[in-house]
């Protein structure tokens, strides 16, 4: 009779790890959905801070695209 009560202990235990574990598990959940929503709000700025046209002023820069490209570009992104 002793045993049935400790078995019933050990699955109290488990069941509360259980849930610690789920509820960290939610936690988690939230805050990478919470990052990925908030990256999205931002298209034209990436993670070093350079914005649209500070990139296209560079590519022109380089000669990666020419003078009329750069017209096109620029006046899609304003």
């Known amino acids: 009779m002793m045993m049935d009560g400790m078995g ?3 699955w109290g235990v488990f069941s509360f790890l ?3 574990v789920l ?3 939610f936690i988690v959940a939230v805050v990478a959905a919470v990052k ?3 990256g999205q709000r931002t298209p ?3 993670r070093n801070g350079e914005d ?3 990139i296209l ?3 022109y820069a380089k000669g ?3 003078k009329e490209e750069f017209d096109r570009i620029r006046k899609d992104i304003q």
Do not use: H, S, Y
Request: overall charge positive; charged content about 20%; glycine content about 4%.
């Open 64 to 66: 990666e695209i020419n």
């Open 8 to 10: 019933m202990m050990i």
């Open 57 to 59: 002023k560079k590519r």
């Open 18 to 20: 259980l849930g610690l």
């Open 44 to 46: 034209f700025i990436q």
């Open 52 to 54: 649209a046209l500070e």
């Open 36 to 38: 990925w929503v908030w």
């Open 23 to 25: 509820v960290f598990l």
